[in-house]
């Protein structure tokens, strides 16, 4: 059994079909990427999944368990984490302080108002280490917005992982980063492959190629293919999305 | 567990480069906040010297307790409450209705109005706190305005118009001590406790876990979200705790009065608590609210000793600073000390 499957997914939203049938299974341990063109339904299915919106249709299954229209505060307990395409951090603060608001143990105790999480050192220093690990040693301080474009994606990974979830999804994580930083992110994910079962939107197919086991391509709310970077290489839509955007 | 476990994090720099990354203890409190307690203390002392009484001491600081529970909300969680005013209100009606049919003990009747705010605080942050911004203020100006209808109209329990009279200021007992709060020095003093306890267990919320939390949903409710923090449960709470100060608040003011009257609940008394704040900065600083309540009632005192039109001439200065200072009292503070010490 799969540990994170969507069975049969339908949403509309009024009369526009978003995704029609989908049908996708994401075993423990794997690297699992989604492609496709834009408006194929990849964001709005990453949304179904982590609970943003309930399925029209289908099921969404968590380790055998119907986490189906659950609330995304509830799939993230669960061990859901995810990145969002726009970035999304909390922006006046620092990039220590979005690690320690992110980790679960903070979560765990967010009711104790007598604790000064400034003098959590245990909190403060796994969110430093979180902080090392995606290469923003040095940068602790600085608050979300000054941070660099590339560092804030960096940093968008470090709350995604401070839950140490059981299925990671990174939407976009390549998004406007320069090919330095889309280098620095292929380093930082294949380290990241080894430990979690990851699920990537990314349009970078070089990128998508080199670190996903499965890729799956969906076009009209449907997966029009699925296989190995190897076996997908041969697949039509991919060769012509290949030269369209190198 | 993963970067505890995680026994050497990426990078070949090693431990010698490890910069201590932790934020600066939270507990030092500001050097303007106790330059204000300093100057609040002594005010009975240099308040007759300029030319005010001492009783506009007591109002000060029951406002400045007021308007930093109240920044909790607006300032500190970005939560809209625009009809604050009610469980003001409230806390002095319960003050005085469990001084004259329970018992007139102080600590009794100072707990039935934090409670009773507090419970009011609870019912209205039910139905509000799955909404923000727009929805949030307008579903707080509605419940503020039911409150103060209610206490208009039933007479029975609120005495409708002319509120409650004859409020007494039961004396302060200690057990070993018993202080009398019949002057308004007295009742200054006592004031000034519950001030401090309050802005201490304010300063103590907003770096605690909870408090940290709230400021994030402030900048990024969605993001919250997904970090799986139940966003609903936090923002019930700030409003019920915000309402108990309130409440507290407003037992005092019952007493600085000795009468509960409907005005405190109407919807431009409401609205003062949010000038107050903004004024003082508390969008952009912990203790702007106590500059701005300050600002507020010393402004009404003295801009009222000379004009019947006081507000016009205040709510033009609200509009200045708004528009061209939206940081406050605080915010020129900060801007002082940027020019006076460049570099820091």
């Not at chain 1, 659950?70 to 979005?98: C, H, K, M, W």
């Not at chain 2, 009484?53 to 607006?74: D, K, R, S, T």
């Not at chain 2, 605080?121 to 100006?141: C, E, M, N």
């Not at chain 2, 912990?286 to 402004?299: K, N, R, S, T, Y």
Request: proline share 4%; with cysteine.
């Amino acid at each position: 059994m799969a540990l994170f499957e969507a069975v049969r997914l339908h949403k509309r939203f009024g009369q526009r079909v978003v995704l029609e049938d989908i049908t996708l299974a994401f075993e423990a341990g794997t690297t699992t990427g989604l492609m496709g063109p834009n408006g194929a339904g990849k964001t709005t299915c990453f949304n179904v999944l982590t609970g943003h919106f309930a399925p029209t249709r289908g099921r969404v299954l968590l380790d055998g368990r119907d986490v189906t229209g659950l609330a995304p505060q509830t799939i993230a307990r669960l061990g859901v984490a995810r990145s969002f395409q726009t970035i999304s951090l909390f922006d006046t603060e620092t990039a220590q302080d979005n690690v320690v608001v992110a980790l679960p143990r903070i979560r765990a105790r967010v009711a104790d108002a007598w604790r000064d999480l400034a003098r959590d050192t245990a909190a403060q220093d796994e969110a430093a280490a979180l902080l090392g690990r995606v290469g923003l040693r040095g940068r602790e301080r600085t608050r979300a917005r000054d941070l660099s474009y590339g560092e804030r994606r960096a940093l968008e990974i470090a709350l995604a992982l401070a839950g140490d979830p059981r299925v990671l999804f990174l939407d976009e994580p390549t998004s406007g980063l320069g090919a330095d930083g889309t280098a620095r992110l292929a380093d930082l994910v294949a380290e990241l492959k080894r430990r979690y079962t990851i699920v990537m939107i990314e349009h970078d197919m070089r990128f998508l190629f080199r670190l996903a086991d499965v890729v799956h391509v969906i076009h009209w709310g449907q997966v029009i293919a699925s296989g190995t970077p190897d076996a997908l290489r041969g697949d039509p839509w991919v060769a012509r999305s290949q030269l369209g955007a190198g | 567990m993963s970067a505890a476990a995680d026994p050497a994090p990426s990078g070949a720099l090693g431990a010698g480069d490890a910069v201590p990354a932790r934020a600066a203890p939270a507990t030092r409190l500001p050097r303007p906040l106790v330059a204000l307690v300093l100057l609040l203390v002594a005010a009975p002392w240099w308040l007759p010297a300029v030319g005010l009484y001492p009783y506009l001491a007591v109002e000060v600081a029951i406002f400045m307790l007021y308007a930093q529970g109240y920044n909790l909300l607006l300032g500190h969680s970005g939560l809209p409450s625009f009809g604050h005013g009610a469980f003001f209100g409230v806390g002095a009606y319960a003050f005085g209705l469990a001084q004259k049919h329970v018992v007139e003990n102080l600590w009794v009747d100072l707990a039935a109005g934090v409670l009773v705010a507090a419970l009011a605080g609870a019912l209205v942050a039910a139905f509000v706190s799955h909404r923000r911004g727009i929805y949030y203020a307008l579903l707080t100006i509605a419940f503020g305005q039911v409150a103060w209808f209610v206490a208009i109209k039933w007479h029975s329990v609120t005495g409708g118009e002319d509120g409650l009279l004859n409020l007494r200021r039961p004396d302060v007992d200690l057990g070993f001590a018993r202080l009398s709060i019949a002057s308004n020095e007295g009742l200054f003093l006592l004031v000034l406790a519950l001030l401090a306890a309050v802005v201490l267990g304010c300063w103590r919320f907003v770096h605690s876990p909870l408090g940290r939390v709230l400021a994030c949903i402030r900048q990024n409710e969605t993001r919250a979200r997904f970090l799986g923090y139940r966003v609903w449960w936090c923002k019930f709470a700030v409003f019920v705790l915000s309402t108990a100060i309130a409440g507290l608040a407003g037992a005092l003011f019952a007493m600085a009065q000795q009468s509960a009257y409907p005005n405190v609940m109407s919807l431009h008394q409401s609205g003062f608590v949010v000038m107050m704040v903004l004024i003082g900065g508390g969008l952009a600083s912990f203790w702007g609210p106590l500059v701005g309540a300050a600002f507020f009632i010393l402004a009404r005192d003295l801009l009222g000793a000379y004009t019947e039109t006081w507000l016009l001439w205040y709510g033009l200065v609200f509009m200045a600073v708004v528009l061209w200072q939206p940081e406050g009292l605080a915010g020129i503070w900060r801007q002082l000390r940027a020019t006076a010490a460049p570099g820091r």
